[in-house]
């Protein structure tokens, strides 16, 4: 089954808003075996939409559109699904219903713009919206079935996942896609390449390889796609294995594991609690590391001690470490470690302190000079970087550096 | 100038990787006055990437192209180009200069991965990487420019904004595009669609109106094409002073300012010193509050008492509120400010705890069931919120209430 998926607006075209409804979309179409061969955007005109909904129908057996439902001005998906299937509009009673009650909840009425979402194209099996008001639209004729969505995206997951996938689930491809994918962190694509290329020569051709470089970690992807399930997961299996095994200490996981959810699963077996003091980064290691669900289990709590005066008083760095080797230095960064330890009784932690950018650099410690130090009771291990100018990239960087750092610590200290 | 955007990779396709690219480059392509007509990610296989480059150059005057270059072995971007072109492959000493260089900071060699690398096509003109060793590629003949640039976002960047942009700037349209966006907090898209929609009956076709939601926040986008562009600008200034009028306070400034952006702006005009607390949303605030150069002006420093010992060690919070409010609850929420206001020396403290979830709620506080509390010396304000059952949503869309209720403190407080 081919799929291709349709993003409406000009806000993606103008760039003001990413597109990241079709990416999810695919990760689940893939999981069910079904081919997205291309993503497309496009403008929020009338005539555009119609032939590029037509060109999808022509060369898939699946369309989904995003985008282009809600109650104001610019929502015109209705408008060309009508055109495209000569069909009028009739007032949907239950998506009133549906709407009437969400609004009673807050408080506020049934308006006349909510009035104007009801109507629906004649054709549409409305799927219902448990996120927001606006409903799907499925439509299947000849030509292949036609799923519209709203692009507010946990409106499209919740319609996708309670409505769509159940009845995709009933009609599964022939041909089996499995993929299995390694996680590493710590050195880039050439390093990896060189270590694991020639260890590939042999590699049938319905497998590929693809690196899936990102800041401080590539990910490396095995594609295959076979008639035989068996003998494809046993060569992907194979493949994995070989990998990991030449990769060594550089591979943390498989199969999509993020960083933030090993460091869960690592620290939480071995009963370690893990606490932070993060300067340049603002927040944004501990924000990585509790964007997992059950990371109160391993951490404790963290310190953004932004300024130095809050370093001094909560963490207790002496204020001639400023004076002697500067905030942005291994004795600074070491010292709250030290404070961290002391305040929150974690048995690990980590401190950074850097200059994020783009202003503060000096000729010695330029934009993305950033110090990170991981230690316990015992011991500490620190290490500089020399990031880039760019102040997101570098608050990203060093949270991922920090990560692998917290990552090597517990396993070379808690075997 | 009309230009079409391709992105290179299965990785997009199955849904990996989100593409960030695409969007960048249009808002930067939309500043010059250049039409992004279509975004279209594609697969890295031969044929299917020569036909799309085709069709592209057929109805655009300038594709843009990205990923598909690298050292590995899933590059095939510059075979793509040698089919389209009917050109070879000609080995460029420049870039091997380039590569060398790199890799001698590093203190490692020049590999064969490398010389594959340094082949490039013979028509194209070699565009300088500064941030890796990939250089891009532009090619011009009758039927348009068509320049290629590798898919790591920052990589792209760089030669974009170095290299392409001073070219494309000699090529202006005639047609003027303007943009003039309002940004508002609070409210959903009806309730500002009611209040603006009556006032905009009379405004000319040229220019259209996009509402662009996000979780808590909603962008108003005037879009205005015209020929004459000082007509263009009064026209739009206009709307937008209206529209910004009838919005009161819901509007917090305009042209894409972010909330975080703003509250720099704010608080550092008024000489106050912010401080946080965050349980649930793990550092997230912080860090968006962090991601804007300048923060450090105002935002003195923060906690995460991710657990309940730390929310008493740190911020003071006395036992017995845990035992008789909760954890999530107001109480727990303005001891926190009251705390955070004493350790900090801050004029403005803000403290969140809540229910991520997905796990954790009970009967009487659900998951997404967030207390925040924002108070300075004499007064606190508080607030519940009742957000949904997605982890990141409830951490993104308490960090946008939270922004918003410090905004709003501050403008009450502090006229």
Chains 1, 2 share one sequence.
């Not at 061969?37 to 129908?57: G, N, P, Y």
């Not at 060309?80 to 007032?91: H, M, N, R, S």
């Not at 308006?111 to 054709?123: L, W």
Request: aromatic share 6%; with cysteine.
């Amino acid at each position: 089954m081919k799929c291709s998926i349709i993003t409406i607006g000009d806000e993606i075209l103008i760039g003001q808003i990413v597109d990241t409804n079709s990416s999810w979309m695919a990760a689940q179409l893939n999981l069910l075996g079904i081919d997205v061969i291309e993503m497309r955007s496009v403008s929020d005109e009338l005539d555009q939409m119609v032939t590029v909904l037509q060109q999808a129908l022509h060369h898939s057996d699946l369309v989904l559109v995003t985008g282009g439902l809600g109650p104001t001005k610019d929502d015109i998906t209705k408008s060309a699904i009508c055109k495209l299937y000569d069909v009028g509009l009739t007032f949907s009673a239950t998506t009133r219903d549906h709407i009437t009650a969400i609004y009673a909840k807050f408080g506020r009425g049934f308006t006349t713009a909510h009035e104007q979402q009801c109507y629906m194209p004649d054709n549409a099996i409305l799927l219902h919206n448990s996120m927001g008001t606006a409903p799907g639209m499925l439509i299947e004729d000849e030509r292949g079935m036609l799923v519209s969505m709203p692009g507010v995206p946990y409106e499209m997951k919740a319609i996708f996942t309670e409505e769509l996938l159940p009845r995709l689930n009933e009609r599964k491809s022939e041909l089996f896609i499995q993929h299995s994918t390694i996680m590493t962190v710590g050195e880039g694509e050439t390093v990896i390449a060189d270590k694991i290329e020639p260890l590939l020569t042999d590699m049938p051709d319905y497998i590929k390889l693809a690196y899936l470089p990102s800041l401080g970690s590539v990910r490396l992807r095995l594609t295959g796609k076979h008639t035989d399930k068996q003998q494809l997961e046993e060569t992907l299996k194979h493949y994995t294995a070989i990998m990991v095994q030449e990769l060594g200490d550089l591979a943390y996981g498989i199969n999509d594991l993020s960083l933030e959810a090993h460091l869960l699963a690592l620290l939480s077996a071995k009963g370690l609690w893990l606490g932070t003091a993060e300067s340049c980064t603002g927040g944004y290691l501990s924000h990585r590391l509790t964007s997992v669900a059950g990371s109160s289990s391993y951490f404790k709590g963290g310190y953004i001690p932004y300024s130095n005066e809050c370093k001094t008083k909560w963490l207790g760095v002496a204020e001639e470490l400023f004076v002697n080797h500067g905030a942005v230095s291994q004795e600074v960064v070491e010292a709250m470690v030290t404070g961290l330890l002391q305040n929150t009784g974690c048995d690990v932690g980590v401190a950074i302190s850097g200059i994020a950018g783009p202003g503060g650099g000096t000729l010695e410690k330029p934009v993305g000079t950033i110090w990170i130090a991981v230690g316990n009771a015992d011991q500490k291990v620190s290490r500089l970087i020399k990031a880039s100018k760019d102040r997101s990239k570098n608050i990203e960087y060093a949270a991922v550096v920090a990560m692998n750092m917290i990552r090597r610590f517990v396993l070379k200290n808690y075997a």
